[in-house]
């Protein structure tokens, strides 16, 4: 299968808080550095991770290093599938860069997008209101899962 990892999965190797979600991420990053799964990040990631502190940033390159991602960017028609989810207000506008990963995803058609943001991301509300705008646009349904469902 074909899995978009936005940043929270990719930040968390580094997470000094919860053992368990840095072993269930391992895992999962794993599984794509194996070759069980492919893996996919985008320009968006790469965004993030620029603007993280560089202490941080380091330390969650190289963690990942090892692992060999498919890049897809941002284009046209992601970003018009971008703002057909902005009006549709499906987060906050201050969380848009929640939904510029959920349209890459979607037209860069993985099988899932794998987040520990539960908040704006990984819930019944965002998942129903991404299906309703992909519908009527034509695009496929979009998983919308934690690593620990994958």
Request: net charge negative.
């Amino acid at each position: 299968m074909r899995f978009y990892f936005d940043t929270s999965v990719l930040g968390a190797v580094t997470d000094r808080e919860d053992p368990r979600r840095i072993e269930v991420t391992r895992r999962v990053l794993q599984s794509v550095a194996d070759g069980s799964h492919d893996g996919v990040i985008s320009n968006v990631v790469q965004e993030e991770l620029e603007q993280a502190p560089a202490d941080l940033r380091r330390a969650i390159l190289q963690e990942i290093n090892r692992i060999e991602f498919e890049l897809v960017g941002e284009d046209l028609e992601s970003r018009y599938l971008f703002e057909q989810y902005e009006t549709a207000r499906i987060v906050a506008a201050r969380y848009r860069n929640d939904l510029r990963h959920v349209a890459v995803a979607t037209v860069a058609r993985v099988d899932a997008l794998v987040s520990w943001n539960f908040r704006h991301l990984v819930n019944v509300r965002t998942r129903r209101s991404v299906h309703a705008v992909n519908v009527r646009l034509g695009y496929p349904l979009i998983e919308i899962v934690s690593p620990e469902e994958v």
